[in-house]
Each structure stands twice: as C-alpha cells, then as structure tokens.
T-cell receptor, first 112, second 114 residues
Framework: GENVEQHPSTLSVQEGDSAVIKCTYS??????FPWYKQELGKRPQLIID?????GEKKDQRIAVTLNKTAKHFSLHITETQPEDSAVYFCAASRSSARQLTFGSGTQLTVLP | GAGVSQSPSNKVTEKGKDVELRCDPI?????LYWYRQSLGQGLEFLIYFQGNSAPDKSGLPSDRFSAERTGGSVSTLTIQRTQQEDSAVYLC????????????FGPGTRLLVL
C-alpha cells in the first residue's frame, strides 16, 4: 500500500517569511495529492490539492509543487501570517484507491 | 449547504462499555470515511463506504470496531468493550463519489475512555 512521509514535524517561521513542507510517497500510481490544514480543536480542511497531470498549482499565498519522478510534493506558504499557524497534513491516493493515505503532519508556528 | 456533522461532539465512557458514534455526510455524497486521530498524531484510516459496495474495513484495528451505513447516508461507528487506548478523536469525512476526490471532514467526536 501507499506510504506517505512528511517533513518537518514542526516548523517555526517569522511572520512574513515563507514556509515549506515536504512529503514523499511510495506508490508511483498515486495521482491525487491534497493538503489539509487543521487548527487546534478544529476539523481538517482542504486548502489546496494537485493532480498528477500538473507540476504546480497556486492559490494566492499557497502553492503546491509535484515531482512525479522523485515521488515528492511540497506545500509552499509565502508571506506567512499568525493565522497560518496550524497542523498541515499532506495526503496521497490513486484514483482506484479507496482512501487517502495521510502524512504524519507538520505543526507550523508563525511568530509575530 | 450543510457540511458533515457528527454526534456526540464529546463522549466519556468507562472501560468495557460500548459506544456509538454517528456521522451525517453531506447530502448527495456517496463516499463516507471514518478516521481516528490520536492526540498529536496523524489521521488513521478505519473504514470506507462507497454507494452500495461492500465497505473497505481494512483499517479497523480490531474486531471490537464495526461500522454500518444505512440507506447510503448516515453512518454509525460502534466500539465494543472500549479500552483506554481507544481514546481519540474520531473523524468522519465524505466525498462526492470516492477515490481521488476532495474529502470534507466533520468536526469529530472526542472519545475518552476512563
């Protein structure tokens, strides 16, 4: 089955700096890669996703890049703000799979 | 429209008791998932329902765990003879059709087994 590794487990940045979280996956057939943000005590919410037919996707301050050859994908947050502080989870699945496989999460703290 | 809802939001029970957790998916979503999230940990897949197909139970940790989905909508996760290690947040998610699609999560049920 799929295995997703996520790094780093914790990340602290100064407000206004960029943050990068990286994930690797094992199943070369995986083709869907979402990122979820989970604030303390809240439900995970999708912030961006990418499919294997593109290499990069942007949405305002958030971008995700995908390298299928190397089997890794990354989340980039620019101009970080304190409200970006949360746990971020990457995930991967193939279209025929029945569930997402999640990474272990990254606790991002944006220092004011 | 209404999102995924779960009840109860919190449940405290004694070791050995049975508990039932409920999930109401988004209307029209045919796929429903249960995950478990232990304190400070990631999301552990438990079970998946897709339409009228047999559920994928491959993530259930033991035979004390079971789930059903009635009428293709509401789902109930049952934990029998609860143990302290069952304490976690149980999250339900739904998606429109299933694999490779956005999953929308409910607020979770925080279970504490004393």
């Amino acid at each position: 089955g799929e295995n997703v590794e996520q790094h780093p487990s914790t990340l602290s940045v100064q407000e206004g700096d960029s943050a990068v979280i990286k994930c690797t996956y094992s199943d070369s057939a995986s083709n869907y890669f979402p990122w979820y943000k989970q604030e303390l005590g809240k439900r995970p919410q999708l912030i961006i996703d990418i499919r294997s037919n593109v290499g990069e996707k942007k949405d305002q301050r958030i971008a995700v890049t995908l390298n299928k050859t190397a089997k890794h994908f990354s989340l980039h947050i620019t101009e970080t703000q304190p409200e970006d502080s949360a746990v971020y989870f990457c995930a991967a699945s193939r279209s025929s799979a029945r569930q997402l496989t999640f990474g272990s999460g990254t606790q991002l703290t944006v220092l004011p | 429209g209404a999102g995924v809802s779960q009840s109860p939001s919190n449940k405290v029970t004694e070791k050995g008791k049975d508990v039932e957790l409920r999930c109401d998916p988004i209307s029209g979503h045919t796929a429903l998932y249960w995950y478990r999230q232990s304190l400070g940990q990631g999301l552990e897949f438990l079970i998946y329902f897709q339409g009228n197909s047999a559920p994928d139970k491959s993530g259930l940790p033991s035979d004390r765990f079971s789930a059903e989905r009635t009428g293709g909508s509401v789902s109930t996760l049952t934990i029998q003879r609860t143990q302290q290690e069952d304490s976690a947040v149980y999250l339900c998610a739904s998606s429109l059709q299933g694999a490779g699609e956005t999953q929308y999560f409910g607020p979770g049920t925080r279970l504490l087994v004393l």
